[in-house]
Each structure stands twice: as C-alpha cells, then as structure tokens.
C-alpha cells in the first residue's frame, strides 16, 4: 500500500450561533481537510480546524503547506509505517503541527482500514466502551449562560466549560450562574484561555468562584507564565490545567518540571497527529496528570479522530471536549457525528468510519480543491 495521491480541501462550515471566548467570537469555522488516495483503491480522510494566533498557522496557512511541501513529500509513502511517513513530514518542512496531524490522521484512516479494525486498535485499544462529552459555554450573560447549562443538563450532558474573559466580577458571576441553574451532580470547568492578567487576579477569581466547585481552571495566565500558573495551582485549592503552553513533548516537560499544572490538555491538530499526542499522554499519565482530550471546533471526521484517542487511555477525564459537531450546522461526510445526547459508544468500524461527501465540499468550499 503506498499513497497515491493528496487532495485538500478549504472549507468554511456555518455554526449554530456566535461563540465568543478570550481569543475570538465568530460563527463561521474554517476547516481544512485532506483526502488520501492510496494505490490499493482505500481512501483515508484527515480534518483540523486551526485559529491563526493559537494554533501554529491558521487554515490558508495550513492547506498552503499540505498543497506545496507536505503533501508532495508523502506521496510513496506507506500507511501502514507511519513513523517514516512522519520523518518524511519532518524533513519536509519543521512545525506546521496542525497540517502534519491532518495528514497522520488521514494515514492512520488508511492503515486502520486495510486492516479492518476501528482506529483505536492501533493506539493500543480501547480501555472504555463509552466517551461522555463537555459542553463549552461562552462569554455570556450571567442568564443566557444559566440558560445554556440547563439546556445542557435537559439533554443529559454531564458537564460543561464556563468562559472566563479575564474580569473577576463578570467571570464569577456567569460561573456562579451556571452551578445555580446545572444543579451540584454537574461538573463544572473554567476556561480562561490566558485571559487574566496576574496572578493575584486569577487567585481572586478563583477565590469567589471556589463554592461552585469547579473541577479544574485551565490556562489563567499567559502560556509563558509557568511560575505564575505554578503560584495559581498552590493557592487556589482546586486543579489547573495547561492547554495554550502545550507544544510538543518538550512543553510537556516543562510544565511536568515546573508543577505547573495538575491536568493537562491534549489536541490533535496542536501535538500534531495520534503518534505524538498518544506518547504524550503516556508521559503526562507516568507523572501523576490527569488529561483532558479535545479541540471544540473540529468536524465530524477530527471529532471521532478525538474519540478514538479518548478511548485509550484511562487518564482521560471521562468528558472530551471535542464537540465541534454539535456546534456546527452541517458537516462534509457522509455519516455526521450526532453527539446531541452527550455521550457516544467508542465506534468499532474501521478506521474513521466516515467518507467524505462530494455534494457537501462543493457547498462549502472555501476555495477550489488542490491535488498532488
């Protein structure tokens, strides 16, 4: 089996509504994904959803390196040896993480599927039958947020992620709202994506948010600040996660090095495909970490990418935050991922499990697809 051809596709998915956080607030997702044809007649899909400023290139960046370096430098390249199709990508071109973890994961489609086994087989197997998933609430009002927890509470959703913008009396207030409207059994995450601007005042929100009891406070302060989140973790009482200071394995040891976190966060599209994220985990699991999975813009094909990476590890919080899907008004495969419920049975097809769909890449295209 060898890849045969490359073809990427821009996309701009519609979402359900404006999402605001500390870095954006928009209602369209760009989407960049990529289809691999191998020799043998098996095709394989890869899909990121990368934000200029957070990720390490944004979309056009993305497809741009896929359609000129990367993707010319894999094709010949074996599926089923997906580490030296990795070193192929490497001295090709250094970073470009998202385009590079489109690309794994399209191989990892093919690799899985000549086998007929689900993906997760080939990161180990899966160690749970089921994935729960976390709902993300964003920069609202103290009572459209409570409105957005108890809608997903109604649904049977088990937990959601509460954006914080960086005020402690406004971000308090929509935390507090949503403990009152969710009830006690509703687990409550807070995101405030680098957004506060010094210890003291992440310590003081943390501080009046602490009776909702929240499991985790995830990135306070500037991914450089180590000390600070440092300082933050020993002060607060609760755990902090790590999500924009997480690279690549050597980011990992910083954070390990310098007891910056309690939890940290993994995303495909940022580790750069399943090999690196996958060893990454193992690293965080050996030092004691809990791991949260999940990028919550992906599409169908990205998001059960997720699932399956989920389902392999028993240090994972039992809700993953890739809930891209439930966000977005349509999808561009043939079988969308339908997580309305909250929760998902680890698929058992192989690979992927879904196909791209030619009616609605022509719907969506952002610009015209490319092939190599």
């Known amino acids: ?57 944004g979309r056009d960046e993305t497809a741009d390196a896929i359609e000129r370096v990367l993707g010319p430098a894999l094709l010949g390249a074996d599926p089923k040896r997906e580490r030296a199709a990795a070193r192929r990508l490497e001295e090709a071109a250094q970073g470009f993480y998202e385009a590079k973890a489109a690309l794994g994961m399209a191989l990892s489609d093919l690799h899985a599927q000549a086998l007929g086994v689900p993906l997760h087989e080939l990161l180990g197997g899966a160690v749970m039958e089921e994935v ?71 310590v003081a929100f943390a501080r009046e948010v602490r009776e909702a009891e929240p499991v985790l406070f995830e990135q306070p302060v500037p991914r450089a600040d180590l ?7 020993r002060a607060i009482g609760f755990p902090v996660m790590a999500d924009e200071c997480v690279y690549g ?18 995303k495909l599209l940022k580790q750069g495909g399943f090999l690196a994220a996958r060893e990454m985990a193992a690293t965080a699991e050996a030092a004691g970490m809990k791991i949260v999975i999940g990028h919550g813009f992906g599409l169908s094909a990205y998001t059960l990418a997720e699932v399956h990476l989920a389902a392999t590890c028993g240090a994972f919080l039992r809700a993953i935050e890739s809930v891209g899907p439930d ?46």
């Open 1 to 57: 089996m060898k890849v045969a051809s490359v073809e990427v596709f821009r996309v701009d998915m519609p979402m359900r509504g404006f999402y605001k956080n500390a870095f954006h607030n928009h209602n369209v997702q760009p989407c960049c994904l990529v289809r691999l044809r191998a020799d043998d007649g098996f095709e394989g899909v890869g899909d990121v959803e990368p934000f200029r400023g957070y990720s390490s290139g």
């Open 132 to 202: 729960f998933f976390n709902g993300w609430i964003g920069i609202l009002s103290p009572e459209e947020a409570a409105r957005e927890a108890r809608a997903y509470r109604d649904r049977g959703w088990v937990s959601c992620k509460v954006k914080a913008g960086g005020d402690v009396e406004s971000d308090a207030a929509r935390v507090l709202a949503v403990r009152e409207a969710a009830g006690e059994d509703f687990e409550i995450r807070i995101d405030a994506n680098e957004s506060y601007a010094s210890v003291e005042e992440a």
């Open 227 to 233: 000390e600070g989140m440092a300082r933050i973790r």
């Open 249 to 266: 394995h050597d980011s990992l040891l910083r954070i390990i090095q310098a007891g910056a976190a309690d939890i940290v966060k993994l």
């Open 327 to 372: 966000k977005m008004l349509d999808d561009v495969v043939d079988r969308p991922l339908a997580i309305g419920p909250g929760r998902l049975k680890v698929p058992q097809g192989p690979g992927l499990g879904v196909r791209l769909d030619e009616e609605k890449l022509a719907r969506y295209r952002a610009k015209g697809a490319a092939a190599v």
